[in-house]
C-alpha cells in the first residue's frame, strides 16, 4: 500500500557542539566528478551567551562603515 501524504517532519536538526542549541541549516557544495554537490551542513550559533557565537552583520562594530 502506497502512503497519501509525505512526510515533511525535519529528518535531523543540527545543534551547536558547545552550547546545544539548535543552529540553522547551510547549504555548501563540493565538486564529484566535474558536478556540484550540496551537502547540507551546521550553520553557525547565533547565541550570544555561547563561546563560538557568530555575530550577525548588523552586530558588527564596522557593518556600517562602507567600502571595508
Known amino acids: 500500500m502506497r502512503r497519501k501524504e509525505r512526510d515533511t517532519a525535519t529528518q ?5 557542539p558547545a552550547c546545544d ?4 541549516t547551510v547549504i ?3 565538486k564529484t566528478l566535474g558536478i556540484f554537490v550540496p551537502a547540507w551542513v551546521a ?3 547565533h547565541n550570544p551567551d ?7 552583520v548588523a552586530e558588527r562594530p564596522d ?3 562602507p567600502g571595508r
Open 63 to 65: 557593518a556600517d562603515e
Open 28 to 30: 555548501k557544495r563540493h
Open 50 to 56: 555561547c563561546r563560538e557565537h557568530v555575530p550577525d
Open 12 to 16: 535531523a536538526e543540527h545543534v551547536c
Open 21 to 24: 542549541h539548535p543552529v540553522t
Open 43 to 45: 550553520g553557525p550559533c
